[in-house]
Antibody, heavy 117, light 110 residues
Framework: EVQLVESGGGLVQPGGSLRLSCAAS????????MHWVRQAPGKGLVWVSH????????SYAGSVKGRFTISRDNAENTLFLQMNSLRADDTAVYYC??????????WGQGTTVTVSS | QSALTQPPSASGSPGQSVTISCTGT?????????VSWYQHHPGKAPKLMIY???KRPSGVPDRFSGSKSGNTASLTVSGLQAEDEADYYC??????????FGTGTMVTVL
């Protein structure tokens, strides 16, 4: 079964850091670009970041550029999102999604990040 | 990147059709045929319903269809069923490996 499982969410103080993980199974992880997408409470989906198969090409939404870093470990079939200098408006459910050409065809259930003092 | 504009809500009775618009710019929706639509039931993983403007992944009912004209894409759900009640989001490639989602539309089956 094709599956993505996010982990690493939790409560963090403003200015703090958190590292999210996304474990992939049931498909050739190294053959797919991957995305992170988030949804703040009561708000819509927002694209966050994108990484190519080898990890050499990354892209970020303007709101997180310079603070978040996407990476991957193809040997461990895992996607990461390192989040630094966290702010209250980063509070959201974070989803990882598999990229199939220009669409996101498989999604995880999400992990919740709360930034609060 | 500004979010693509969708109506906040849409509704229809069972068996009726509902169409959701998604308006962007020539830098995203109008510039690429890479518009996709996602169904999201709260608390669950979003699901891909339409990709590349009008293509349906296997397993998605043919009641779901997509189109595009200029800077506006549309999703039509025909023959509404109770299980279609959900939030729907459009998304577009915006060049330079960037993507943008729509503001989301809550579909209610009356």
């Amino acid at each position: 079964e094709v599956q993505l499982v996010e982990s690493g969410g939790g409560l963090v103080q403003p200015g703090g850091s958190l590292r999210l993980s996304c474990a992939a199974s049931g498909f050739t992880f190294s053959g797919h670009w991957m995305h992170w997408v988030r949804q703040a409470p009561g708000k819509g989906l927002v694209w966050v970041s994108h990484i190519n198969t080898g990890g050499s090409i990354t892209s970020y939404a303007g709101s997180v550029k310079g603070r978040f870093t996407i990476s991957r470990d193809n040997a461990e079939n895992t996607l990461f999102l390192q989040m630094n200098s966290l702010r209250a408006d980063d509070t959201a459910v974070y989803y990882c999604a598999r990229s199939s050409f220009y669409q996101m065809d498989v999604w995880g259930q999400g992990t919740t990040v709360t930034v609060s003092s | 990147q500004s979010a693509l504009t969708q109506p906040p809500s849409a509704s229809g009775s069972p068996g009726q059709s509902v169409t959701i618009s998604c308006t962007g710019t020539s830098s995203d929706v109008g510039g690429y045929n890479y518009v996709s639509w996602y169904q999201h039931h709260p608390g669950k993983a979003p699901k891909l319903m339409i990709y590349e403007v009008s293509k349906r992944p296997s397993g998605v009912p043919d009641r779901f269809s997509g189109s595009k004209s200029g800077n506006t894409a549309s999703l039509t759900v025909s023959g509404l069923q109770a299980e279609d009640e959900a939030d729907y989001y459009c998304s577009s490639y915006a060049g330079s490996y960037l993507y943008v989602f729509g503001t989301g539309t809550m579909v209610t089956v009356l």
